[in-house]
């Protein structure tokens, strides 16, 4: 199964931009980068999804490398509700869909 | 909507207990799956199913067994309960493996 590797925290003020980036060199032709991430004491939640071109949604971007061994994820504007862990997870067509350890995104107001 | 709905939200067993975890969804998804998170630690698959009838194990599948009768209900059974079980499990769905997954609000065990 194709990992991901993310740095374990990250920092930001309040209303600034946030890029949160993912390593997953060994990604598969048909493997989908989904993010996820999961509040205080909730389960995680869905925030957006690729498979090769950049996409974007009301909660953030998606950046895909060119050769998809990376990605970021870009919060525009961060609020301190956007303050939680982040996953990166491949999913594969063996339908495994394996979690790492995330990045934990502190706000500062 | 009810979505991923997860029984109970706490529970308390003791060691060499057994019980079953409920995850029910109403969203027709094929795809369903159990996740377990330790503190201050990312989840761990345990199992996963492709549809009714069909079953795999995940990362972490020892001490848990599953089943698939029914689309809509993916029960989680602990047959003999161990410390090392408490955790936080997480059920999770949708409609196949590239699609966004939904997840319930988890169930709190505590095994003593």
């Known amino acids: 199964d194709a990992k991901t590797t993310q740095p374990n925290s990250m920092e930001s003020n309040e209303e600034e931009p946030v890029h949160l980036p993912c390593n997953h060199s060994t990604i598969s032709g048909t493997d989908y980068i989904h993010w996820y991430r999961q509040l205080p004491s909730q389960g995680p939640e869905y925030v957006i999804h690729g498979l090769t071109s950049n996409v974007n949604n009301r909660m953030a971007s998606l950046a895909i490398a060119e050769d998809r061994k990376s990605s970021t994820l870009i919060l525009h504007r961060a609020t301190l509700r956007d303050a939680a862990v982040y996953y990166c997870?491949?999913?594969?067509?063996?339908?495994?869909?394996?979690f790492g350890t995330g990045t934990r995104l502190q706000v500062f107001p | 909507n009810a979505g991923v709905t997860q029984t109970p939200k706490f529970q308390v067993l003791k060691t060499g207990q057994s019980m079953t975890l409920q995850c029910a969804q109403d969203m027709n998804h094929e795809y369903m799956s159990w996740y377990r998170q330790d503190p201050g630690m990312g989840l761990r698959l345990i199992h996963y199913?492709?549809?009714?009838?069909?079953?795999d194990q995940g990362e972490v599948p020892n001490g848990y067994n599953v089943s698939r009768s029914t689309t809509e209900d993916f029960p989680l059974r602990l047959l003999s309960a161990a410390p090392s079980q408490t955790s936080v499990y997480f059920c999770a769905s949708s409609y196949i493996g590239f699609s966004p997954l939904h997840f319930g609000n988890g169930t709190r065990l505590t095994v003593t």
């Open positions: 997870i491949l999913t594969s067509a063996t339908d495994k869909l394996i």
């Open positions: 199913s492709v549809g009714a009838g069909i079953t």
